[in-house]
């Protein structure tokens, strides 16, 4: 049984403006749109809109680093957005973290909402290679109402342009 069976849909309010800050800000994607992937014809929340691909690899430093940016930005913003839940991989001594950051209910976990809670290892695995972060609700036909959440680009924009805390440390240390 798929969990959408609403019909293919376009990207929901909340993506496609998720979309147009991150290509704005994020030079990675934007030298590479195909590097964000939101509809896929699966009969998942893909299909329904409410769900976006950013494809960075977690085993790659570089791409890493602008992730774990993402997600930072991502978290302080989610008054403002609204996001359901975020799938990622953090790697310890080679071992992998699969978590999630569950921003709505009904998802949760014991760590709380907008903290890394521990996710499956089948679902884990398959979040090595990109971030997945949705506006999903549980329900198979119809978008939730904080799907249709709008203006946070510019914010968004803004706090992605910020330097990255490790630099701004590292900087005070430099004479
Ligand atoms: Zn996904």
Known sequence: MSEWTGGTRSECPAVKELRDALTVAVPLLAADPKKIGTIRNDGSRHTAGL?????????DSVEKSVADDIIAALVDLHA?????????????????????????????????????????????????NHIHVDWWSGNPT??????????FKTA??????????WLVDYMRTVP
């Open 51 to 59: 769900a976006m691909d950013i494809m960075l690899d977690s085993r």
């Open 156 to 165: 968004l924009v803004a706090r992605l342009q910020q330097p990255p805390q």
């Open 142 to 151: 119809t978008w939730p109402a904080h799907a249709s959440t709008k203006g």
């Open 80 to 128: 403002r957005m609204r996001w359901a839940d975020l799938i990622y991989t953090d790697w310890n001594g080679g071992k992998p973290f699969y978590f999630h950051i569950p921003g709505m209910p009904p998802f949760g976990g014991p760590r709380g909402m907008l903290k890394k809670n521990p996710t499956s290892k089948k679902l884990g695995r398959q979040h090595e």
